[in-house]
C-alpha cells in the first residue's frame, strides 16, 4: 500500500491543508517519509456532514449487515501483512512480537462486536404488554429497545498504535452500535493509520455502506477541538493522558448542547501488598517488575504505586524487585514526548525531599530504564502530587506505619482504572477489610496477578471512578463498551411493520427479551393490541 | 402526624436556621402552618458525612434487605392515610383522586423496585471463565457486576407531590441501587415532604439500616448549590425546569471531581398530525384537548405544540380543539410563581406578531384557563423561542404548507421527552418517513394516543436528548432508572467467599447471569480456578 498522506473523508481523499506533519521513527532517531497534510476546517465540516447524512441509513442498518462490515475490516487489516506490522513497529519503536499480538488483539475485537452483534441480545429488547381493561386507565403497548446516538468522534491513542486506535475498541463499538466514525488520527502514527484507516474505507464500500460511514482526520488540537464542538457530534471517545482528557470533557460541557465523552485517562493503579504477602515473594516482585516494566510502562494500567506496611517482607519485596528491574534492558518509548515527560518525572520523584532513590538505570540516551522509589505513607498522603501518573516504568512504594495507615491510604485514593491485592493466598481479615475500599476507589480489582494485560471480554470493566474515566459508568473495553454510543427509545402502541425486528411479536431474530419483566426468548404468546 | 418544619438528618432533627419558610395553599390563597427551617451549612455538612458513612454498610446490604426497605417505605406511606391526601391537596391544589392515585403509582414503584432487587438479575452480573492452559498467556477468571455509586442529592419537582419528589421514582431507584439519599424538599410543598420524609427514616430505622440512609433537607438555592458542590456527593437527580436543571449541570461538570448529574427538564412534545388523520377525528381533537389540559398542563410530557400540513382535517381539528377546551374549567396552578410564568408565556404568544390567538379562556383571578395558538411552520422554523416550553395548558399549531415542511420541522427540533404520531390507522409512506425523525429527536414515540401518563414498567423510556434530559442515554422513569446509580466492578481471580453472592460458581440467588457471554441461570459447571 502507498500511502499519499491525506485526509480520507467518506469515500473520498482530501488534501487542503499543508504537509507538515512527518512520521517519527523512535527507534532510530529519525523522521520517516511520507508528509502528512493536517486537515482545515472545510474538511472537519465535510467529514461531519457525511457523517451525519450517513447516519439517517448506517445508524438503521440490521445488526447482521453492520456484523459483516466488521468482519470485513478485521480481514482487510490481515490482509494488510507484513507492511502493517513494519509500519507500527517502526513508528512506535515496539517490538514485532508486541504489535503481532496487538494485531490479533484488535481483529478479535472487531469480530468479538460481529458476533455481539449477530446474537442481538445486546439491545435490551424489553416489551410490556397492553391491558385494555387495565382500570382506571388501560395500559399501553409499550416496546423499548437501544438506538444509536448519531456521529462519534474517535481520538486515537498513541500507546496502542492498532488496538486502541484506528480500528480499535473505540471504533469497533461505534460502529457496531450503529454510529459513524470521524476519527482523529494520533500524530505518532500516521503512517499505520493511514493503512487501517483505508482498511475501513475499503470494507465499508465493499459492504455497501454510506459514503461517510467512516473518516480518518491528521488533525492539529485546534481542529481536533472543533470536532469536539462540531454541532453534529453526538459523542466523543478517547484514550490518553488526563491533562488532555479533560479539555475535551469540559469542551464538551461547553457546548449549547452538551454531549458525552469517553475518556479513559490512565492511573496509578496501586498495588496494596496486604501482610502476609511474603509468603508468595519472590513471585510477587518478580510479577511487579514485569507488569511495571512491560511495553517500557507504557499503559493505561501499569502498576505506578505499591502500598506496604513498614516489615522485614516488604524490605524483601523492595530488594527483589530492584534485583528484577536491573536486568531489564534500556529501550525506547513511543514519542520523544513521552520520554520528555517519563525523565521529568522521575526526576521529580527523586529530587523530592521525602522520597528515597532506590534504583534508577543507566539513562541511555534517546531511551527508558525503569526505577524505583520509596516514600512514607504520611507523605505520600499530605502531597498529592506523589499520586500523580509517571508515564513509564516508575514504581513508588509507599510505605506505611500499619495497617490502619494503609487503609488510610486507600480511602485517600482519586479514582483508578485497577487496584491489585497481593496476599498470602489465603483469605484474612485484612483483605476483607481493605476490599471494599478497593471497590469504592477502582473499576477493576486484580488478587495475586498483575493488572496490565486486558482481557477483551463481556466480563471486563476498563474504566474507573474520576479521574481515572470521565465516565464510570462505561468501559472502554469489551463487548459493554457498545453501550456508550446507544440510547434507549420506547415505542407506545406501534404497529408491528413499524418496530425494529427485535421488538416484533414472533421474536424473528431469536434474540433474549424481557417481556413483562421476564427473560425469554419465546415469542410474545398472548397477541399484542394489534394481533400481530 | 404532627409536622415540626425540622430538618431530618438521618435519624435526628435538627433545626439551626430560621423559620422563614411556609407552605402555601394556591387554591384557597393563604399560608398554611407550621413554618419550616432553612438548612444551614452544617446541616448540609452533617446529612452528607452521615450518608457517605452509611454508605459503607447501606451499599452492601442484600438485595433482600433493600426490598424490604422499599416495601417498608411504601407500606408507612399509606399508613398516613387521608391526613396525606388532604396536606398534598391542599400544597398544591390538585384534587384528591389525583392525589391519590399519583399516592398508588408512588407506593407501586418502590413495590416495583423491591420486586426488582428480589429477582436480582439487573445487576448485570457477567463470568467469564479462566483458560488456565490458553497460549501465549492464560486467561484469568472475571467477575462483572453492578455496584452503587455512594450517596445521592436528590432534587424534588413541584408538579408530583409525591411520585416525583420525597419517596418518588429518583430516591426508589437510588435506595434500591444501594446509594444512601439526601433528598432536597421542592418549597411548594413542605409539609407533605417531612411527612413522607418521616416514613421513610422510620421505615429505615424499623428496617435496621444505617443511620444517614435517608436525610430530608428544607434549602435555599444557595444551600441547594452547596448539595451539588459537596465533595460526598457522587450523583444528583432532578425533574424540573431546563432553567434550574442546566445550572446543576454546569455545577456538577465544574467541580474538581465531576459527577453525573441526570436531569430531566421537560419539552414540548411535539404531535404530528400525519396526513390523513382527520379519519379519526373528533378523537385526536378530544384527545389533544384533555392531554393538553390534563392537571392545568403541570406535565413535563404535556404536549404543547400540534404540527399539521394545511388542509381541511387541519382547519377541523384546530375548531374542534377549540370547542374542547372552551368547556375546561379554570384552575389554580402549583405555585403563583408557576401561574405567572404561564400567563407570562401565553402573553408571549398572544403578542407574538406571527401568532394568532385562537382561543383563551376568561383569565381568572389567580386560576388558569387554556390557551391555543397558531403559527406557520415559516415562523415556527425561524424562532427558536417558539420551540420552547410553555408549562401549562397553552397548545400551538404549527402550520406547515406542505410534508416536506413538516420533516423540516421534525429535523429542527430539539431533544423531547417524547414525538406523538396521530394517523388514519393506516400506516402510510409520510408515517414511515416522519418516524425516524421522532426517533432522533425523542425517547418515546407515541402512536395515535397522548403523552400524558408515564407508565411505570420496565419498557418505559423518560428522557430524550439534551435539552429534555441532561442525558438521554438514561431514564428517570420504570426499572432502568435504577442504573443511573451504579457502574460496574471486574473482579479478576478472586475466591468465592470474597465475590458478591451474584458472581460465585453456586448462584446461590438464582438470578440470570452471562457466563462466557451466554445468558443462563444455571450454576457454573466446569469447576472455576478456585473450584467453588
Same mark, same amino acid.
Given at each position: 500500500?502507498? &500511502?499519499?498522506?491525506?485526509?480520507?473523508?467518506?469515500?473520498?481523499?482530501?488534501?487542503?491543508?499543508?504537509?507538515?506533519?512527518?512520521?517519527?521513527?523512535?527507534?532510530?532517531?529519525?523522521?520517516?517519509?511520507?508528509?502528512?497534510?493536517?486537515?482545515?476546517?472545510?474538511?472537519?465540516?465535510?467529514?461531519?456532514?457525511?457523517?451525519?447524512?450517513?447516519?439517517?441509513?448506517?445508524?438503521?442498518?440490521?445488526?447482521?449487515?453492520?456484523?459483516?462490515?466488521l468482519d470485513r475490516i478485521a480481514d482487510n487489516i490481515e490482509a494488510l501483512g507484513d507492511a502493517l506490522v513494519e509500519r507500527a513497529c517502526l513508528e512506535s519503536a515496539l517490538p514485532a512480537g508486541r504489535i503481532t499480538g496487538e494485531r490479533g488483539r484488535t481483529t478479535a475485537q472487531l469480530r468479538m462486536f460481529a458476533g455481539l452483534l449477530r446474537d442481538g441480545t445486546w439491545r435490551d429488547a424489553t416489551i410490556d404488554l397492553p391491558q385494555p381493561d387495565r382500570q382506571p386507565a388501560p395500559k399501553p403497548d409499550l416496546r423499548r429497545i437501544l438506538v444509536p446516538l448519531g456521529p462519534v468522534v474517535v481520538?486515537?491513542?498513541?500507546?496502542?498504535?492498532?488496538?486502541?486506535?484506528?480500528?480499535?475498541?473505540?471504533?469497533?463499538?461505534?460502529?457496531?452500535?450503529?454510529?459513524?466514525?470521524?476519527?482523529?488520527?494520533?500524530?505518532?502514527?500516521?503512517?499505520?493509520?493511514?493503512?487501517?484507516?483505508?482498511?475501513?474505507?475499503?470494507?465499508?464500500?465493499?459492504?455497501?455502506?454510506?459514503?461517510?460511514?467512516?473518516?480518518?482526520?491528521?488533525?492539529?488540537?485546534?481542529?481536533?477541538?472543533?470536532?469536539?464542538?462540531?454541532?453534529?457530534?453526538?459523542?466523543?471517545?478517547?484514550?490518553?493522558?488526563?491533562?488532555?482528557?479533560?479539555?475535551?470533557?469540559?469542551?464538551?460541557?461547553?457546548?449549547?448542547?452538551?454531549?458525552?465523552?469517553?475518556?479513559?485517562?490512565?492511573?496509578?493503579?496501586?498495588?496494596?501488598?496486604?501482610?502476609?504477602?511474603?509468603?508468595?515473594?519472590?513471585?510477587?516482585?518478580?510479577?511487579?517488575?514485569?507488569?511495571?516494566?512491560?511495553?517500557?510502562?507504557?499503559?493505561?494500567?501499569?502498576?505506578?504505586?505499591?502500598?506496604?506496611?513498614?516489615?522485614?517482607?516488604?524490605?524483601?519485596?523492595?530488594?527483589?524487585?530492584?534485583?528484577?528491574?536491573?536486568?531489564?534492558?534500556?529501550?525506547?518509548?513511543?514519542?520523544?514526548?513521552?520520554?520528555?515527560?517519563?525523565?521529568?518525572?522521575?526526576?521529580?520523584?527523586?529530587?523530592?525531599?521525602?522520597?528515597?532513590?532506590?534504583?534508577?538505570?543507566?539513562?541511555?540516551?534517546?531511551?527508558?530504564?525503569?526505577?524505583?522509589?520509596?516514600?512514607?505513607?504520611?507523605?505520600?498522603?499530605?502531597?498529592?502530587?506523589?499520586?500523580?501518573?509517571?508515564?513509564?516504568?516508575?514504581?513508588?512504594?509507599?510505605?506505611?506505619?500499619?495497617?490502619?495507615?494503609?487503609?488510610?491510604?486507600?480511602?485517600?485514593?482519586?479514582?483508578?482504572?485497577?487496584?491489585?491485592?497481593?496476599?498470602?493466598?489465603?483469605?484474612?481479615?485484612?483483605?476483607?477489610?481493605?476490599?471494599?475500599?478497593?471497590?469504592?476507589?477502582?473499576?477493576?480489582?486484580?488478587?495475586?496477578?498483575?493488572?496490565?494485560?486486558?482481557?477483551?471480554?463481556?466480563?471486563?470493566?476498563?474504566?474507573?471512578?474520576?479521574?481515572?474515566?470521565?465516565?464510570?459508568?462505561?468501559?472502554?473495553?469489551?463487548?459493554?463498551?457498545?453501550?456508550?454510543?446507544?440510547?434507549?427509545?420506547?415505542?407506545?402502541?406501534?404497529?408491528?411493520?413499524?418496530?425494529?425486528?427485535?421488538?416484533?411479536?414472533?421474536?424473528? &431474530?431469536?434474540?433474549?427479551?424481557?417481556?413483562?419483566?421476564?427473560?425469554?426468548?419465546?415469542?410474545?404468546?398472548?397477541?399484542?393490541?394489534?394481533?400481530?
Amino acid at each position: 500500500m502507498v &500511502l499519499t498522506g491525506n485526509q480520507l473523508i467518506g469515500f473520498a481523499e482530501s488534501c487542503e491543508g499543508e504537509r507538515t506533519l512527518r512520521a517519527y521513527a523512535p527507534a532510530q532517531g529519525v523522521d520517516v517519509e511520507p508528509s502528512f497534510a493536517l486537515s482545515v476546517t472545510s474538511e472537519i465540516e465535510r467529514a461531519m456532514t457525511l457523517a451525519d447524512r450517513a447516519f439517517d441509513t448506517f445508524g438503521s442498518t440490521s445488526q447482521t449487515t453492520r456484523a459483516a462490515l466488521l468482519d470485513r475490516i478485521a480481514d482487510n487489516i490481515e490482509a494488510l501483512g507484513d507492511a502493517l506490522v513494519e509500519r507500527a513497529c517502526l513508528e512506535s519503536a515496539l517490538p514485532a512480537g508486541r504489535i503481532t499480538g496487538e494485531r490479533g488483539r484488535t481483529t478479535a475485537q472487531l469480530r468479538m462486536f460481529a458476533g455481539l452483534l449477530r446474537d442481538g441480545t445486546w439491545r435490551d429488547a424489553t416489551i410490556d404488554l397492553p391491558q385494555p381493561d387495565r382500570q382506571p386507565a388501560p395500559k399501553p403497548d409499550l416496546r423499548r429497545i437501544l438506538v444509536p446516538l448519531g456521529p462519534v468522534v474517535v481520538f486515537g491513542a498513541s500507546n496502542f498504535p492498532l488496538a486502541f486506535s484506528v480500528a480499535g475498541g473505540d471504533t469497533a463499538s461505534a460502529l457496531a452500535a450503529g454510529c459513524p466514525v470521524v476519527f482523529k488520527a494520533h500524530p505518532a502514527h500516521p503512517g499505520t493509520s493511514e493503512m487501517v484507516g483505508r482498511a475501513i474505507v475499503d470494507a465499508c464500500q465493499a459492504e455497501g455502506m454510506p459514503d461517510g460511514t467512516f473518516s480518518l482526520l491528521h488533525a492539529d488540537p485546534q481542529h481536533a477541538q472543533m470536532l469536539v464542538e462540531h454541532p453534529l457530534t453526538q459523542a466523543v471517545a478517547f484514550t490518553g493522558s488526563q491533562a488532555v482528557g479533560k479539555t475535551l470533557v469540559r469542551l464538551a460541557a461547553e457546548r449549547d448542547t452538551p454531549i458525552p465523552v469517553y475518556a479513559e485517562m490512565g492511573s496509578v493503579n496501586p498495588v496494596f501488598l496486604v501482610p502476609g504477602f511474603g509468603s508468595r515473594l519472590p513471585a510477587v516482585a518478580h510479577g511487579y517488575a514485569t507488569s511495571l516494566t512491560l511495553g517500557v510502562g507504557q499503559f493505561c494500567t501499569n502498576p505506578g504505586v505499591v502500598v506496604g506496611v513498614v516489615s522485614e517482607e516488604l524490605e524483601q519485596f523492595v530488594v527483589e524487585t530492584t534485583e528484577a528491574l536491573a536486568k531489564v534492558a534500556a529501550a525506547a518509548m513511543l514519542t520523544p514526548g513521552i520520554l520528555a515527560a517519563y525523565q521529568s518525572g522521575s526526576h521529580r520523584l527523586a529530587e523530592h525531599p521525602d522520597v528515597k532513590t532506590v534504583f534508577t538505570g543507566i539513562q541511555s540516551d534517546g531511551q527508558a530504564t525503569p526505577s524505583l522509589f520509596t516514600t512514607r505513607a504520611e507523605t505520600f498522603l499530605s502531597d498529592h502530587t506523589l499520586g500523580e501518573e509517571v508515564f513509564g516504568p516508575a514504581g513508588l512504594v509507599v510505605v506505611c506505619d500499619n495497617f490502619e495507615q494503609m487503609k488510610r491510604v486507600a480511602r485517600n485514593l482519586e479514582g483508578q482504572l485497577t487496584v491489585t491485592l497481593q496476599t498470602s493466598g489465603e483469605v484474612t481479615d485484612e483483605e476483607r477489610e481493605l476490599l471494599p475500599l478497593a471497590v469504592r476507589k477502582a473499576g477493576r480489582i486484580v488478587r495475586n496477578s498483575f493488572p496490565t494485560g486486558v482481557e477483551v471480554c463481556p466480563a471486563m470493566q476498563h474504566g474507573g471512578p474520576y479521574p481515572s474515566s470521565s465516565n464510570a459508568r462505561t468501559t472502554s473495553v469489551g463487548t459493554a463498551a457498545i453501550l456508550r454510543f446507544v440510547r434507549p427509545v420506547c415505542y407506545q402502541d406501534l404497529p408491528a411493520d413499524l418496530l425494529p425486528e427485535e421488538l416484533q411479536d414472533k421474536n424473528p &431474530l431469536h434474540i433474549w427479551r424481557k417481556i413483562d419483566g421476564r427473560l425469554t426468548h419465546d415469542p410474545v404468546r398472548s397477541p399484542g393490541v394489534h394481533g400481530t
